[in-house]
């Protein structure tokens, strides 16, 4: 799953990067071509302002009035210098020079390195315009000529450096540089300096890729939202998965405890969909085995009391009357013999383990009954506060407390057999010592009866022999008074929960009328 998002990620950010680099390439070009436009132009502008000084210059009367006396009286050559270095300042041109018609220089003058004549073609024009190379530099060259009444006296060059034209500009970085001999400088753009001109006479253009550096920040940007993206939407289907998935895992979880026989585990899971009809079966199946696991206990507890029966008939029969006889004849032997302590100690002995035998044989045979409770409408509250009563009134010394709400908590419930199981809990909590609380109260359409005692609690392996007859963990007892209240219970509809503790509590619940 990861491996596929990282995948789909990486196409989705290659495919932008290339629609978005194809776009500001498409930009780049269309500023670059505008670049070329412009500075050829200005090439061509800067040619035909040098024009038009010339022709303006050519009918300077000061200028030809220097050339001609000059030529005429082979004199005033200082004064034709100073015009020339007048007009070269002037105009902040390179170079200003007059040359004769047969090509010998009269004066020049300038700020710059003087330049020779240029060659242009004889076509009869008076003005000529040229950009031409000098050594490692480009001059723009404006050449007119002198006439007077009608001769040609001289011919005017006006020349001024390409690099006075173009510098570099600082805010945006762009460059216009003279051509070299050699190739282009890396990043730079050779053109002619004249448009449709001699390509020997160009101008190198640097433009500052400043579409590559927005293109390099935007991929930047583009990675960074990607990675966020992939890394939230990888968090994201894991909060998916792990939300579609969770009733799966609590499926799984309550499978093993089933499978330990902790039978009744119910997955929260969603409705609607594949997954909720799985976790409504699971529950469905769950619940079933829960109650075919009660029916199953309860099976298994029926049959217990039919063999405890059919034991405890056979045992009656064949003990109770051995017993009966022998406890008559102690006591005849004890009231005869009343002179002998010692005789009286052994009697009292033997009639009390004789009590103790017809009593658990007694117990046996009404566990082994079949309990038939006659089920009323009986207020719990007051029956509960007139055990309690009793039992106080019984023992001086227990500790017994009795809670319950102020309403009555009215259930079905035979009397005679609740008070029954009264008296057992109580007598087993009695047995541990300590205080007692009795609690009535009511939970959805149920009535609850509890008993907490100050006894240590069972232990693991007790909790799962509770309710077998003859399970006891107190001394003395029979095994046989849980086991007596858990049938009553349920032949109420009932049943019987226990929190192991410490402090033991026992909660009897009965349906309520």
């Known amino acids: 799953m990861v491996g596929f998002i990282g995948l789909t990620t990486a196409i989705l950010f290659f495919s932008v990067d290339h629609f978005v680099k194809s776009r500001f390439t498409i930009v780049h070009d269309v500023r670059q071509e505008r670049l070329i436009h412009l500075s050829q132009r ?56 007059l040359w004769t018609p047969a090509g010998r220089p009269i004066a020049a003058g300038g700020i710059g390195p003087q330049t020779a004549m240029a060659s242009f073609p004889d076509d009869g024009k008076s003005l000529h315009t040229a950009a031409i190379r000098r050594g490692d530099n480009i001059w723009l060259i404006a050449m007119a000529t002198l006439r007077a009444h009608g001769q040609t006296l001289a011919r005017l060059q006006l020349a001024k450096p390409l690099t006075t034209l173009f510098r570099p ?110 976790v409504a079966a699971f529950n469905k199946m769950s619940d079933d085995l829960k109650r075919l696991r009660k029916l199953e206990r309860e099976a298994q507890h029926r049959e217990q009391l039919s063999a405890i029966g059919r034991v ?28 002998d302590p010692q005789l009286n100690a052994d009697m009292k002995l033997i009639l009390h383990h004789c009590d103790r035998s017809i009593a658990t044989i007694q117990a046996l045979l009404t566990y082994g009954r079949p309990v038939r409770p006659t089920p009323q409408a009986v207020d719990i509250v007051a029956l509960c506060d007139e055990i309690t009563r009793r039992w106080k009134s019984r023992y001086a010394d227990i500790a017994l407390r009795f809670s319950a709400p102020n309403t009555p908590v009215v259930a079905l419930a035979d009397p005679y057999r609740f008070e029954q199981v009264m008296d057992n809990l109580l007598d087993n909590a009695h047995g541990f010592g300590g205080a007692i609380e009795v609690r009535v109260g009511r939970e959805d359409d149920m009535a609850l009866v509890s008993v907490t005692d100050s006894g240590p609690g069972f232990s693991a392996e007790a909790q799962t022999h509770l309710f077998e007859p003859f399970f006891t963990t107190r001394k003395g007892g029979t095994g046989l008074g849980l086991a007596s209240c858990l049938a009553i219970v349920r032949a109420h509809g009932g049943d019987i929960d226990v929190d192991a503790g410490p402090p033991t509590r026992i909660t009897v619940r009965l349906p309520l009328a």
């Open 42 to 97: 200005a090439v061509s502008e800067q040619l035909a302002q040098m024009g038009g000084i010339a022709s303006l210059l050519v009918n300077d009367t000061e200028l030809v009035d220097s050339v001609r006396s000059h030529l005429l009286l082979k004199a005033g050559a200082e004064r034709a210098k100073a015009e020339v270095d007048r007009i070269a300042a002037a105009f902040r041109l390179g170079s200003v020079s």
């Open 312 to 339: 405890a008939a056979r045992v009656a029969h064949d003990l109770n009357n051995p017993l009966t006889v022998i406890s008559n004849v102690a006591r005849l032997v004890a009231a005869r013999q009343d002179n």
């Open 169 to 278: 500009a600082s805010s945006t970085g762009i460059l216009v540089g003279i051509a070299g001999r050699g190739p282009p400088p890396a990043g730079a753009i050779r053109v002619p300096a004249i448009a449709g001109g001699d390509p020997n006479v160009a101008i190198d253009i640097v433009l500052p890729d400043e579409v590559g550096l927005a293109l390099a920040d935007v991929k930047r940007v583009l990675a960074l939202v990607m990675a966020a993206f992939g890394v939230l939407l990888v968090a994201a289907i894991a909060l998916l998965l792990r939300r579609l998935l969770r009733p799966v895992f609590e499926v799984i979880d309550a499978t093993l405890a089933i499978g330990r026989g902790e039978f009744g585990h119910i997955v929260s899971g969603t409705s609607g969909n594949e997954m909720g009809q799985l």
